[in-house]
């Protein structure tokens, strides 16, 4: 089973400002990496996948980078409604994976 | 549009089998993608539960896989899931999910309901 490993576990940013979030796995899973965010009592919600790959309407605002085990997902200005849970998953593998989650807080 | 609905019972009594379907709407289920089942404690994050194919065929966590079974019926357009044995360790929003291809990423969501395995 692929661990996935996310950093922090909570950031805290101020509106406007960049956030850096990391998500690393225990063996290469290629480009095969979505992020998810996901706000209290909602399900979540698909924001990137392949890596790097823009879910669409979303802004672009939101990028994603990486490939084998190191991924990172960036906010660039962040706004309001940004502020919530975000998670990654891996699915090159059997059994599919989420990383435990990084909170995005506001400063 | 596809849309889908979880649906089952809110309370499981401790070592009984926690039995929940997902009615999918906007789609077929037997026109293909994996349907999977994942969920969440309260206050916790993420855990895949396991997928499944409109085939038929599977796949389930290991730390699980004992207890689970995923099951379609194209007929009516859902699939379900069984967890049996459960526990107040098994409390947690389910939700189900569609992928987008060849197992992948969960690009439709349900809602999510919470069951809660007590006595």
């Known amino acids: 089973e692929i661990v996935m490993t996310q950093s922090p576990a909570t950031l805290s940013v101020s509106p406007g400002e960049r956030a850096t979030l990391s998500c690393r796995a225990s063996?290469?899973?290629?480009?095969?990496l979505a992020w998810y965010q996901q706000k209290p009592g909602q399900a979540p919600r698909l924001l990137i996948y392949?890596?790097?790959t823009r879910a669409t309407g979303l802004p672009a605002r939101f990028s994603g980078s990486g490939s084998g085990t190191e991924f990172t997902l960036t906010i660039s200005s962040l706004q309001s409604e940004d502020f919530a849970v975000y998670y990654c998953?891996?699915?090159?593998?059997?059994?599919?994976?989420f990383g435990q989650g990084t909170r995005l807080d506001i400063k | 549009q596809v849309q889908l609905q979880e649906s089952g019972p809110g309370l499981v009594k401790p070592s009984e089998t926690l039995s929940l379907t997902c009615t999918v709407s906007?789609?077929?289920?037997?026109?293909?993608?994996?349907w999977g089942w994942i969920r969440q404690p309260p206050g916790k994050g993420l855990e895949w539960i396991g997928s499944?194919?409109?085939?038929?065929?599977?796949y389930y966590n290991p730390s699980l896989k004992s207890r689970v079974t995923i099951s379609v019926d194209t007929s009516k357009n859902q699939f379900s899931l069984n967890l049996s044995s459960v526990t107040a360790a098994d409390t947690a929003v389910f939700y189900c999910?569609?992928?987008?291809?060849?197992?992948?990423?969960?690009?439709?969501w349900g809602q999510g309901t919470l069951v809660t395995v007590s006595s």
């Open positions: 063996q290469s899973v290629s480009s095969n």
């Open positions: 998953q891996q699915y090159n593998n059997w059994p599919h994976t």
């Open positions: 392949d890596a790097s």
């Open positions: 999910a569609r992928d987008l291809g060849s197992g992948s990423y969960y690009a439709y």
């Open positions: 906007g789609f077929s289920i037997s026109s293909g993608y994996y």
């Open positions: 499944i194919y409109h085939t038929g065929t599977t």
